[in-house]
Antibody, heavy 120, light 113 residues
C-alpha cells in the first residue's frame, strides 16, 4: 500500500522560504509523477506543480517564479520549496501521486497534508 | 488554463434522495487520440485529504460505493449520488488532467436536508 507523508516547519516568516518534504513508502518515486497541491483554510484546491519520474518538473505558472520541486531517489522523497512567502501562501500542503505511470493525471493517493502558516 | 466551474456551490439533500453535482470546463477535456475525458472527481471530508472517487469521467475507483457515478463528455460533467447517505456529507471537487496547469473546480458542499 502506497503511503505519503509530508514533513516540514508549520510556521514560516514572511519573505522567507517554505520547505516541505514528502516521504513515499510502498512504491518507488522513479515510476510515477509526484505532485504538490495546496488548500488555503476554508478554500479550494490549487495544484502547485509536479516532478516527473525522469526528474523533469512542471509548475503552475501562477507560482512558477517562486517554486522548486526536487526529488531524492535514494531516500524515496520529493521536496517543495516556495520562496518569498506571504500570508497568501498559508495553506494545507498536500503531496500526491499522479496515478498514471510517467505522466500527469488524477491524484491517488494523497498525503494527510500539513498546515503551513506564514506569520511573523 | 482550463477553468473548472462547479455548480451549485452547496446543496442539501434528504437521506436516500439523489444528489447531482455539475462541473463545466472552459474547454474540452477529451483527447481525440484516446477519445477519453480527462476528468476526475474527489470527495473531501473535514480534516482529511481529498479521496478519489471517479476518473476518466465515469470510471469508479475500486472500493467506492456504487451509488457514486460520473457522467458527461467534452465540457459538461456530472457526479451523481443516487441515494445520499449520512457519510456522504462532504465537499466534492472535479479536476481536469487534460493539460497543465492541472486545475480543480471550486467545490460543492453536500449536506443533509
Amino acid at each position: 500500500q502506497v503511503q505519503l507523508q509530508e514533513s516540514g516547519p508549520g510556521l514560516v516568516k514572511p519573505s522567507e522560504t517554505l520547505s516541505l518534504t514528502c516521504t513515499v513508502s510502498g512504491d518507488s518515486i522513479s515510476r510515477y509523477c509526484w505532485s504538490w497541491i495546496r488548500q488555503p483554510p476554508g478554500k479550494g484546491l490549487e495544484w502547485i506543480g509536479l516532478i516527473y519520474n525522469t526528474g523533469n518538473t512542471n509548475y503552475n505558472p501562477s507560482l512558477k517564479s517562486r517554486v522548486t520541486i526536487s526529488a531524492d531517489t535514494s531516500k524515496n522523497q520529493f521536496s517543495l520549496k516556495v520562496t518569498s512567502v506571504t500570508a497568501a501562501d498559508t495553506a494545507v500542503y498536500y503531496c500526491a501521486r499522479d496515478r498514471m505511470a510517467g505522466t500527469f493525471s488524477w491524484f491517488d493517493p494523497w498525503g494527510q497534508g500539513t498546515l503551513v502558516t506564514v506569520s511573523s | 488554463d482550463i477553468v473548472m466551474t462547479q455548480s451549485p456551490d452547496s446543496l442539501a439533500v434528504s437521506l436516500g434522495e439523489r444528489a447531482t453535482i455539475n462541473c463545466r470546463s472552459s474547454q474540452s477535456v477529451i483527447y481525440t487520440s484516446t477519445t477519453r475525458n480527462y476528468l476526475a472527481w474527489y470527495q473531501q471530508k473535514p480534516g482529511q485529504p481529498p479521496k478519489l472517487l471517479i476518473y476518466w469521467a465515469s470510471t469508479r475507483e475500486s472500493g467506492v460505493p456504487e451509488r457514486f457515478s460520473g457522467s458527461g463528455s467534452g465540457t459538461d460533467f456530472t457526479l451523481t449520488i443516487s441515494s445520499l447517505q449520512a457519510e456522504d456529507v462532504a465537499v466534492y471537487y472535479c479536476q481536469q488532467y487534460h493539460s497543465t496547469p492541472l486545475t480543480f473546480g471550486g467545490g460543492t458542499r453536500v449536506e443533509i436536508k
